[in-house]
């Protein structure tokens, strides 16, 4: 019994130490408030973020007594979310989404229209999005989780949907000014043949982005399968250059 209650115990003040609260104060839609009101809800929602950590760090190394500082330091920096899970707000919202589909180099592309509503989850740590579309014909429906891993330094995605069985997760980075995100990995067609692929999301204004999508086939060539463009419900697109290396 006195083992069980001191596992506990030390549950207990992992969860304390890691409560969402990095963005309890971000709004929902930054796009929708002035550059000053952002800013001052930013600042506001980190400093409270900081504040919550070392509390939390300080409670549950009382409760963990035995456990090294600077391990308990770095468990803790590892739970909470930080500026590389900023970036991933500019995703978050309802949007129209346009979409051009290329079923085989050099034919012509198919288009369809979409929507997608994207939130921000589990304190700002990942974003949820949903997405529906028509596909040859069919309902499609598909969900995104985005996220950033502390421990491995990079961004991941998994992407499931109505038209498969697999998951489709893929890894990246972003550009130095969060503006352009480069995924990879790799995608298995039903007859077991194994394709690269790439994604390269470009943030061209607050309300408009651009997915392509790419896949590598056994000549080593890559090619261009499909584009989407997502433009903010009830904002017209506003094209601005965005930084970062450009897509090939």
């Not at 190394?61 to 500026?83: C, I, L, R």
Request: with cysteine; net charge neutral.
């Amino acid at each position: 019994m006195k083992r069980k209650s001191n596992l506990f115990v030390v549950f207990a003040g992992l969860c304390l130490a890691a409560a969402p609260v990095a963005f309890a104060d971000e709004p929902q839609n930054p796009a929708q408030k002035t550059m000053d009101q952002t800013k001052d809800a930013a600042k506001q929602g980190w400093q409270q973020a900081q504040d919550a950590a070392k509390d939390g760090q300080k409670k549950a190394a009382d409760m963990m007594g035995g456990m090294d500082p600077k391990q308990m330091e770095e468990m803790m920096k590892s739970m909470m979310p930080g500026e590389h899970h900023k970036t991933l707000l500019q995703y978050v919202g309802d949007w129209d989404v346009k979409a051009k589909m290329w079923m085989a180099p050099g034919a012509p592309a198919e288009e369809t229209t979409g929507t997608a509503t994207a939130k921000s989850e589990f304190g700002g740590r990942f974003v949820f999005m949903t997405y529906e579309s028509e596909m040859m014909g069919q309902p499609f429906e598909g969900r995104l989780i985005l996220g950033y891993n502390n421990n491995t330094k990079q961004n991941e995605a998994a992407w499931v949907d109505n038209m498969s069985t697999g998951v489709w997760y893929s890894t990246g980075n972003a550009s130095s000014d969060g503006k352009v995100f480069t995924f990879t990995g790799t995608f298995v067609e039903p007859d077991g043949e194994k394709k690269a692929t790439r994604e390269v999301t470009t943030f061209k204004s607050p309300d408009l982005y651009v997915s392509e999508f790419f896949e590598t086939g056994k000549d080593g060539k890559e090619n261009k399968m499909m584009e989407l463009t997502y433009t903010r419900k009830g904002k017209a697109a506003t094209m601005k250059p965005a930084g970062g290396e450009p897509s090939k």
